[in-house]
């Protein structure tokens, strides 16, 4: 079992560790600004297509997948606006506990852990995490703002068009398919490098408030977990999926859209880098829970 989890969880912090390694070495700033834009609007996409192209997934059967990974951020941040006094600005703390790391962690720990035939289940819960993020997220930091802005995203509409031609993906295009695999490839890479060398230039100014906040995420995510379990009759491969979900560190996207909305930015990349820092011990213990349980 140890060393079938190390072969899960070592080749993804070693991918980030080579973007933190290559990010320290660099005299001026890395610019990744182009590249990270370039993924999430171009190499994503792709691969959300081509993973809802080539594994078919029925909504129609998978609702209560669907309805996990609704529940799974909404019901966290429920908890999460009972407490009081959180430390930093409230749609901060609210939307940094929702949404968590689905892409640059997600998708590549649960390929490895759970399988590479589960890869249109995960792209369902990727693609609610990004549809909720830039609606509901973006409406919590932003207010009005934010209503309308995920029919941009490009990501929802790659998973519609995925979905609606996954019937009849036999008389698309060979070119078509093939490039958007090929393109589709570069998306995990490029995600763990990119939060490696992100990891790299910033610096944590202070540990308590980041340590209790991400506390809450954990013990937010473990109350809702069970709940969500008994509550719809998921398989159990989707109960894994759903359990290393609401168990990641948070998104580095919400220390992007709180900056760009001045929601206490500083105080809210803490969070979302001693976050992601924890989940060197909190993944392993989950993935290995996950195994052994479920």
Not at 208 to 223: F, H, K
Request: some cysteine; glycine content about 8%; proline content about 7%.
């Amino acid at each position: 079992m140890l060393l079938t989890l190390l072969n899960i969880v070592l080749p993804v912090f070693a991918v980030a560790g080579l973007g933190f390694a290559f990010g320290r070495r660099q005299r001026r700033e890395p610019d990744m600004g182009f590249i990270n834009h370039a993924n999430v609007m171009v190499f994503c996409p792709a691969l959300v297509f081509s993973a809802l192209l080539g594994h078919p997934v029925s909504l129609r059967h998978s609702w209560p997948l669907v309805a996990a990974g609704v529940g799974i951020i909404v019901l966290p941040g429920l908890l999460l606006a009972l407490v009081r006094r959180p430390g930093l600005a409230r749609p901060g703390f609210l939307v940094t506990g929702m949404f968590r790391n689905t892409g640059n962690l997600g998708i590549p720990l649960m390929m490895l852990a759970y399988g590479q035939q589960l890869l249109g289940d995960i792209v369902i819960l990727f693609v609610i995490s990004n549809l909720l993020q830039f609606s509901l997220g973006l409406m919590l930091l932003s207010r009005a703002a934010g209503r309308w802005q995920w029919l941009r995203n490009p990501n929802v509409w790659a998973a519609v068009v995925g979905v609606a031609l996954a019937p009849w993906r036999d008389h698309v295009p060979g070119f078509v398919t093939t490039t958007a695999e090929l393109a589709g490839q570069l998306a995990i890479p490029l995600m763990l490098f990119g939060l490696g060398v992100r990891m790299s230039r910033d610096r944590i100014e202070q540990w308590a408030l980041p340590l209790r906040v991400n506390g809450l995420y954990l013990l937010a995510g473990l109350v809702t977990l069970p709940l969500v379990l008994w509550l719809l009759p998921l398989t159990p491969e989707w109960s894994r999926l759903v359990a290393l979900s609401v168990m990641l560190p948070p998104a580095v996207l919400n220390y992007l859209l709180c900056e760009q909305y001045q929601v206490d930015p500083k105080a809210v990349a803490s969070v979302v880098l001693v976050g992601n820092a924890l989940s060197l011990v909190t993944i392993p213990l989950v993935v290995w829970a996950t195994l052994t349980w479920l």
